[in-house]
């Protein structure tokens, strides 16, 4: 721990503490804003602390402890604080509360997120780690840290590395998710219920999306259609079909994954996933979209046949010129 910038000095003596996240806020910075105030106010007992975040997603709530706690409502915060805490994000994300952080006698800065350039008074940002709980972690003496902490924390690292899996995951993270094992809560529950189970519709949905799927470029490419109609007789709404490209994806011999899913008022939106050979944010950039190499979108008009045709051919073009994994 690095004593010149632990989470108890940057509270110095601050009463009133708003700890504040980016919109639509995820698992990190849920469990990031969660786990800084339930820590600052056991540590600093004249600090009361007010968690400011735009919603919180339903897999959360009974997940992450004291979720109730949370002001959605920008009306419902002081008129001002002592000290701002801003994590995971830059102060530019904070949506509505955004005028609280300029507002505030002091202010801090707690990411991952390598663009983020420090807009804080205090500015402890680590692009290195794979979560913002995990920078948090840093910050904080273990000796405090309680089960609700613990599990706040070790949610937001949980869902930031995906389970474990992607590349920002290290030793460290693994290190750190094992000190907070320690405190015997339940993570096998918490992992199966934020990350797997999914609403019956949501399930169907993607059954009936995977339906449709075609094999393409000898198994590289894989594609799915879905329309409004088939959709909606799932009971499924447009957000539902979050994670049926990526499911795709996991298609052995596959490195691409396309889902057109026809939007409400007749357009396709397109979701495009990469296991690493093609940059498929490069496809969706032709057609008016963006995203990262490995994930991407885009909302298309016309006939989806034809557009997945010419994402088929763009894709053909990458994984042609690039060198072959052996
Ligand atoms: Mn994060």
Redesign the pocket.
């Known amino acids: 721990m690095s004593a010149a910038a632990d989470l108890i000095r940057i509270a110095g003596d601050a009463r009133t503490v708003a700890v504040s996240?980016?919109v639509r806020p995820?698992g990190?910075?849920v469990g990031?804003c969660m786990a800084a105030a339930l820590y600052l106010e056991k540590a600093c007992p004249q600090l009361k602390a007010d968690i400011l975040l735009e919603s919180v997603p339903e897999e959360l709530v009974g997940n992450i402890p004291y979720t109730e706690r949370i002001l959605t409502d920008r009306a419902a915060a002081r008129d001002q604080y002592d000290l701002f805490l801003c994590v995971?994000?830059a102060p530019e994300r904070l949506g509505c509360f955004r005028d609280l952080f300029d507002s505030a006698g002091r202010t801090a800065n707690i990411?991952?997120?390598i663009s983020n350039r420090g807009g804080g008074m205090v500015n402890v940002i680590d692009p290195a780690a794979?979560?913002?709980?995990e920078v948090l972690y840093t910050l904080m003496d273990p000796a405090q840290i309680d089960r609700d902490i613990a599990v706040s924390l070790y949610v937001?690292i949980v869902?930031?590395t995906g389970v474990f899996r992607y590349s920002s995951t290290s030793p460290e993270t693994h290190r750190i998710a094992a000190a907070l094992l320690e405190h015997d809560f339940d993570h096998a529950s918490i992992v199966r219920d934020v990350f797997y189970v999914k609403s019956f519709a949501r399930n169907k949905v993607m059954g009936a999306a995977l339906m449709s799927a075609q094999s393409r470029l000898g198994g590289r490419l894989i594609t799915c259609m879905l329309s409004a109609a088939q959709r909606e007789a799932c009971g499924a709404t447009e957000a539902d079909v979050d994670g049926i490209s990526a499911q795709m994806a996991l298609t052995r011999g596959a490195d691409c994954a396309i889902l057109a899913s026809e939007t409400a008022d007749g357009n396709w939106r397109c979701s495009l996933r990469s296991n690493g050979i093609t940059d498929v944010s490069v496809i969706a950039a032709q057609f008016g979209g963006g995203g990262h190499q490995r994930a991407a979108g885009c909302t298309v008009s016309g006939d989806a046949e034809d557009i997945l045709l010419e994402m088929e051919c763009l894709a053909a073009m990458q994984l042609e010129s690039a060198v072959p994994r052996i």
């Open positions: 996240g980016h995820d990190d910075c990031c995971d994000t990411d991952h997120h794979g979560s913002a709980c937001g869902t930031d």
